[in-house]
């Protein structure tokens, strides 16, 4: 089962991305000072809802949790 964390800093759009933190799954990583964990998680969607508790405008990043990402 995957880890997540989700970025503390927003993107241009408002967008807060989630990570998958398995090694070699992610080249976006941010800094690990910037990055809130979420812990372990089936699926992205379910790392995305937990992200939106802290960050409502939460989303999966578009290279590790594709199928999250939305905008």
Known sequence: MPSYCVNKNEQT???H???????GT????????NRLDLGYH?????AVLQ???TYRQSNGCK??????HTT
């Open 51 to 53: 992200a939106k508790q």
């Open 17 to 23: 991305e989630v990570h998958d933190l398995t090694p």
């Open 26 to 33: 992610c080249d976006h990583l941010p800094d690990s000072r």
């Open 42 to 46: 089936s699926s992205c969607s379910s």
């Open 63 to 68: 290279h590790c949790t594709p199928t999250c």
């Open 13 to 15: 759009n408002g967008d």
